[in-house]
């Protein structure tokens, strides 16, 4: 059977389970069960990455990775690198497939930076593109998270108009809902690996600014921050905030 991963660390995972808890909209969750069981066919096998560990997608790299599980940070910089230049920043999660400029720019490249411990499943993209081609309802499921991921990024991170708080609330529901976990606390939400500047980044807000918003959200009861951690005790006011209300 071959395998899609192509580093010696890879190792079989327990992927049975399916992808239901998947988030909304990711490519995992966007598989039908024989898809799913198809690429299982495939011989899956995940490599783990430590926190700010970096992904290997630069210009030698040929894989394209599938987020099991995890976090991570995507900056682009299409003005060129260099300080106070600006960045576009993104955070990736659950099911969600990056690399994907691969599948069509072998040499492409995009810093991402693992900011927790990170489960991926890697593949070779010339072998990814011909399974797309083998079975055209994955390359639909893939086309279709693409597209989600697209119309959420325009809603999350370019509303450059809008107050900073309902900014700072839209990108934390955000994160609540794809890269979030259940607390031991009924009710809780933990956001684990982005902190106040990576969340300033990507919003480009000044990180004072962004600590005001955080300020408020405390105040109020809504979430706790802590080091690279956020607790969010109401997804609901959040998205409210989120709003505009």
């Excluded at 389970?17 to 898809?35: A, I």
């Excluded at 497939?97 to 490249?109: F, R, W």
Aim: glycine share 8%; net charge positive; charged share 25%.
């Amino acid at each position: 059977m071959r395998t899609l991963a192509t580093d010696d660390t890879a190792r079989p995972i327990d992927f049975l389970r399916g992808c239901e808890n998947k988030p909304r909209g990711s490519f995992l969750r966007c598989l039908d069960t024989e898809d799913w069981r198809a690429l299982l066919e495939a011989g899956l096998c995940s490599r783990g990455f430590a926190r700010d560990e970096h992904l290997p997608i630069g210009p030698d790299d040929r894989n394209v990775y599938i987020i099991w599980d995890g976090v991570v940070r995507q900056d682009r910089f299409p003005l060129g690198e260099g300080e106070h230049v600006p960045t576009v920043t993104r955070f990736r999660g659950r099911g969600q497939l990056v690399g994907e400029a691969k599948l069509v720019i072998p040499d492409s490249a995009v810093r991402t930076k693992c900011l927790a411990e990170t489960v991926t499943i890697p593949c070779r993209a010339q072998y990814f593109n011909a399974l797309l081609g083998k079975w055209p309802d994955i390359r639909f499921a893939l086309l279709r998270s693409l597209e989600e991921r697209n119309r959420c990024d325009e809603l999350v991170y370019t509303m450059a108009t809008r107050p900073p708080l309902e900014r700072v609330s839209r990108l934390l529901a955000h994160l609540a809902d794809t890269v979030g976990s259940p607390g031991p606390r009924a009710g809780s939400t933990h956001i684990v690996g982005p902190g106040q500047k990576d969340l300033a980044t990507a919003l480009q807000l000044a990180v004072s600014t962004t600590e005001n918003a955080m300020r408020t959200l405390r105040y109020h009861g809504i979430i706790e921050a802590r080091y690279r951690r956020f607790v969010v005790h109401d997804v609901d006011a959040l998205r409210h905030l989120a709003a505009g209300n």
